[in-house]
């Protein structure tokens, strides 16, 4: 898929980015409780973009890859910024 292929270092910065948030914010780091906060990240992120893409898939104006980069990343963000917010 080109959203893959063609924004490798944009994944690979998000996913650093997953992980620094992931040992920050965590209570106890083991390996498998790192890999679900990641995944658990990027699926929120991913499920949270498909809303903007299927509207405007809906009205006729498909977004490109970087515009659905961009939801994606702003779906990270709202996610990193509330578990930083709710840490004790």
Same mark, same amino acid.
């Given at each position: 898929?080109?959203?893959?292929?063609?924004?490798?270092?944009?994944?690979?910065?998000?996913?650093?980015?997953?992980?620094?948030?992931?040992?920050?914010?965590?209570?106890?780091?083991?390996?498998?409780?790192? &890999?679900?906060?990641?995944?658990?990240?990027?699926? &929120?992120?991913?499920?949270?973009?498909?809303?903007?893409? &299927? &509207?405007?898939?809906?009205?006729?104006?498909?977004?490109?890859?970087?515009?659905?980069?961009?939801?994606?990343?702003?779906?990270?963000?709202?996610?990193?910024?509330?578990?930083?917010?709710?840490?004790?």
């Amino acid at each position: 898929m080109k959203i893959f292929s063609n924004h490798t270092l944009w994944w690979i910065l998000l996913i650093v980015g997953t992980l620094i948030v992931s040992i920050i914010t965590s209570q106890k780091l083991t390996l498998i409780g790192l &890999f679900m906060s990641v995944a658990g990240h990027l699926v &929120f992120s991913v499920v949270a973009a498909t809303i903007p893409l &299927f &509207f405007y898939w809906l009205i006729g104006k498909p977004l490109n890859s970087e515009q659905m980069m961009s939801t994606i990343t702003v779906g990270w963000l709202v996610l990193a910024v509330a578990n930083l917010m709710v840490m004790p």
